[in-house]
């Protein structure tokens, strides 16, 4: 069931918001054992919201499409009174004492709070195999990760648990899970949704974002957030179909899925456009040695406590202090020659298809797949576009078998027509 | 005990920084700068 369908069966009486939220807490009791998404359910809360909703929308009060709606923020959204650990045994104990800004929107929105989701350490990897609150696994195959960092908001989403989870996304940590666990993952531009009361980590690429079911709800998620007017469906779009750099060390099913996609996508009336694409080699050398510097000034307090840090996040934050100031202000030069160089795609182009991710999801403590660094080949189609601060979403493409995602990017930091147009051609 | 070198991976990623860096013109500046 999709927010929209909820959203129908809330008005017509046919379900109630407790109901949804005695259906999701019950799907999440018995896959939380299974796949550990959840470092905290709400449940009283949960109910609470839930009541709350029931008996406003009883006496007339509709707060739009996402009362009543369960859902799930990653642990590193600060929600006052309730446990926010970034995922870290550093802060196991750490209860804000107020909320984060897109809790306060979500909550004014009627939609009700089932709990907070697990996380790679401090949101600084992209397999949530987590030391402090153990690994979490892809509802596809439990022997798997589900990719990360915001794992287990993907879970969430793709076991069933909630209709949608917030995710951040600072090198692919929202579109990621959404490609291995098999759910439409957004991040928005860069600076297009406040940030305020989440946990940083790069200061200069992080961004919040929806994982949801279907492209129309992550739509109805942003509008609540930001209040995006709905744009008209764009026609006759112009699919960029990179001939460099996406189409390398593309893992068979993977390409087969993609083709798939590029010909139902020409089908539905889209050009599709080869392309040159400049550099992402580059750009994501610079982009992650910016995260080293930021995540590093924002972490590199807690080294005091090395012991408590997981290994793969404690070495990040060690080589990040490593960076010197000129390097760091050389790679933000070069990211605006990068950025100016891209802008120039809007003239041939009105969106970029990728996949998301080259390959499907590999075993849990694997370390490399088809001779690559896991986490290098986890990121190498999504972190540049964090990098050039656009908007990009994944989908999921594919029949059968582990989850594939196709990235859809627009070159224009303006994303809000990149969900309708989604959503018009992956009918 | 902290590192005190760039290990094999960040030295690589600051070889591929340099290299590009020489192509910046003095006037190429920064995209994060501070704003009143």
Known sequence: ?427 | MSETQPNPVTAALLEELHRLAAQLSPADAPAVVFEP
């Not at chain 1, 009174?81 to 804000?96: E, V």
């Not at chain 1, 793969?312 to 010197?324: A, N, T």
């Not at chain 1, 493409?397 to 992956?426: C, H, K, Y």
């Open chain 1, 1 to 427: 069931m999709t927010i929209e369908d909820a959203a129908r069966k809330l008005r017509a009486r046919e379900v109630s918001a407790v109901e949804l939220a005695q259906e999701s807490l019950r799907r999440i009791r018995e896959q939380q054992p299974r796949l550990n998404a959840f470092i905290t359910i709400t449940e009283d809360l949960a109910l609470g919201q839930a009541r709350k909703a029931d008996e406003e929308l009883a006496r007339g009060r509709d707060r739009g499409p996402l009362h009543g709606i369960p859902y799930a923020l990653k642990d590193n959204f600060d929600t006052a009174g309730i446990p926010t650990t970034c995922g870290s045994r550093i802060l196991a104990d750490r209860i804000p004492d107020r909320d984060c800004e897109t809790y306060s929107k979500l909550r004014a929105a009627g939609a009700v709070l089932m709990g907070k989701t697990g996380m790679h350490e401090f949101a600084y990897g992209i397999t949530s195999s987590n030391s402090s609150f153990g690994d979490i696994r892809n509802p596809h195959d439990p022997a798997r990760i589900p990719g990360g960092s915001s794992g287990g908001s993907g879970v969430a989403v793709a076991a069933d648990m909630v209709f949608f989870a917030m995710g951040t996304d600072t090198g692919g940590s929202i579109r990621v899970p959404a490609s291995y666990c098999g759910c439409v993952g957004f991040k928005p531009a860069y600076g297009r949704l406040s940030l305020d009361g989440v946990f940083p980590l790069g200061y200069s690429l992080d961004t919040a974002g929806p994982l949801t079911r279907t492209v129309r709800d992550a739509e109805i998620v942003m509008n609540a957030l930001g209040d995006f007017a709905a744009p008209a469906t764009p026609r006759a779009v112009r699919i960029g179909v990179p001939e460099n750099f996406f189409n390398e060390r593309v893992a068979p099913a993977v390409a087969a899925a993609y083709g798939d996609a590029l010909r139902h996508a020409e089908q539905q009336g889209c050009r599709l456009i080869p392309l040159a694409v400049p550099d992402p080699t580059g750009l994501n050398a610079i982009g992650r040695l910016i995260l080293l510097s930021e995540a590093s000034a924002a972490l590199q307090r807690f080294l005091t406590r090395r012991e408590d840090f997981g290994p793969d996040v404690l070495v990040l934050v060690e080589q990040g202090r490593l960076i010197s100031a000129t390097d760091y202000i050389d790679a933000q030069r070069l990211r605006r020659v990068f950025q100016k160089q891209w802008s120039q795609l809007r003239e041939q182009v009105d969106v970029v298809f990728a996949p998301t991710i080259p390959v499907q999801a590999p075993l849990i403590g694997q370390t490399e797949v088809s001779g690559e660094d896991v986490r290098l080949a986890s990121t190498r189609f999504v972190r540049p576009f964090n990098v050039l601060g656009l908007p990009a979403l994944s989908v999921p493409i594919g029949s059968g078998g582990l989850p594939i995602g196709l990235q859809i990017v627009a070159p224009a930091a303006n994303g809000t027509g990149l969900l309708a147009f989604a959503a018009s051609i992956l009918k």
